[in-house]
């Protein structure tokens, strides 16, 4: 079995939904709720819970219908409300498989998650998530990012919305349709510029800074908040970003998401004047279908020769369609409208873990120098004994299944992650930091002796600071990833430390820890994140100048 690139990682991600949720058992209260606490929006008043001194809102409204005649356009209006709406309980996540302790996925599903230490009327920084799983599963509903602890312990407001994914959150039909679906390739975006635009317009009363919003996302939610970086609609909503394991340096192209159109409207039998039967097919019916057509890779190498459709099956992402999303987010180089705004960008040491745990790999444990160039040879051809000797030269006491985790994790996103750092650097306009997350879980990936290590996303539930002793002083529970050992309590404190002060003031610190400098084409700086926190300038450097060798960075 291959390694996973960029370009293929997403279409991974959309066949985990079982991966994805079992960690994410819902955001259901275990205590009792302190009181209830009402607030003003915009749309009407709410009721909410105050529980171990955070104030927490759910399944907010904050967008109108999007099923029947707004399928593929944008949603109703919202219409306001009478007497006071219950807040207490998730809204229902976007169509996909069911979740876990969610409701029922639905068309409607444009709600949104609010935590807040008080309603208060303070000018807290605002961090505002993108959910992960690609751009086809996935809610703000997970408990590894349950922003409770942040708001608590942090004095932030944290906002998590539900969105349209998958075909019905990005199918193209601006060339079939006429302008009434205008900007459909990216409806799921332009919902998420809806929840945006409601921060703006409430979140004063939930304590927080309009003038003060972070975007930020993991993996499928870090592509998500590359694409709002690139965005005129969402310009005026935030003013820094944070890119986690999750690079869209590009995304999908108007061709490429004609073609996908057209190969659904052949599998349905709909001929493409007809397009309108699309409106009628049940929800249920397109999501089965969704999973059988060749996916549209939203991360595409530059230098990738395969045909675009040519991919597995999985789903849609957003399109580069001129309007909605003028560009691509970091080709070829990053976006002038945010040249202003602070960026983060990363990714765990150790992310292909994660994808061999979700697929049951034990192959790559037994690896061996002599069987890991014949392993590497289908992606990289007569260059795949070259990648292992710099590999091994650069890392001399890394086994063979190090080396293969070192080079999928790294092709998969790190060289995403350096590229975007490069180019904003390059842009000299605010600055951008480079992280990787190093804090190792000794947890195995099942049926081998090999640890979990730093795999994707594992720092979720690390920078929501949820890898913490319990506050009713019972022992702490195995995290899902993470492990026993105490030292990741550490960890968590310093990623969480790290991402609100940077959501504050637009630079990351750490209280007793070293200063975090902006990258720059010089010296290269990276912040290891772990239970100790390094500086290390110019890291992979020999592994980082091979792949520039070979085209791919």
Known sequence: MNPIHRRDFLAQLALTTSALSLPSLGMAHTGKADE???????????????????NIFKGIPYGGRVSGDRRFRRPAPLEPWTGVRDALQVGPPAIQAPRRNEPTPSEDCLFLNVWTPANDNRKRPVMFYNHGGGFVIGSGASASQDGANLARNFDVVVVETNHRLGLLGFLYLDELAGSDYAGSGNMGMLDIVDGL????????????????VMIWGESGGGAKTACL????????YFNKASIESGPGVRMTTKDVAAEATARLLHELNIAPKDWRKLLDVPAADLLAIQTKLPFVAPFLEKNNAKPPMDRKAG??????????LPQHPFDPKAPAISRNKPLLVGWNEDEYTFFAWERKDTDFAKLTFDSLPAKLEPTYGTDAQKIVDTYRKANPNASAPDIFVAISSITMMGLGSVDIAEKKAKQGGAP???????????KKVPGTDYAMGTPHAMDISFKFNNEIMPRDGSP????????????RFAASR??????????????????????????????????????????INNRFADELALWRSLGKL
Request: one cysteine or more; glycine letters at 12%; proline letters at 9%.
């Open 36 to 54: 209830f606490i009402q607030t003003d929006t915009a749309y009407g008043r709410i009721r909410g819970v105050r529980q171990d001194g955070v």
């Open 197 to 212: 635009k409601w921060v703006h317009e409430n979140i004063a009363r939930f304590g927080g800074d309009p003038a003060n």
């Open 229 to 236: 970086y690139t965005m005129p609609s969402a310009a005026p």
């Open 315 to 324: 789903g849609f992402g957003p399109v580069v369609d001129g309007v909605a």
């Open 432 to 442: 951008v930091y480079l992280y990787n997350f190093g804090y190792k879980s000794e």
């Open 476 to 487: 702490p529970r195995e995290s899902f990833f993470g492990g026993n050992r105490p030292e």
């Open 494 to 535: 310093h990623f969480a430390e790290l991402w609100t002060s940077f959501a504050r003031t637009g630079k990351p610190s750490l209280q007793g820890g070293p200063a975090w400098p902006a990258y720059n084409p010089k010296t290269r700086p990276t912040l290891r994140i772990d239970t100790t926190c390094t500086v």
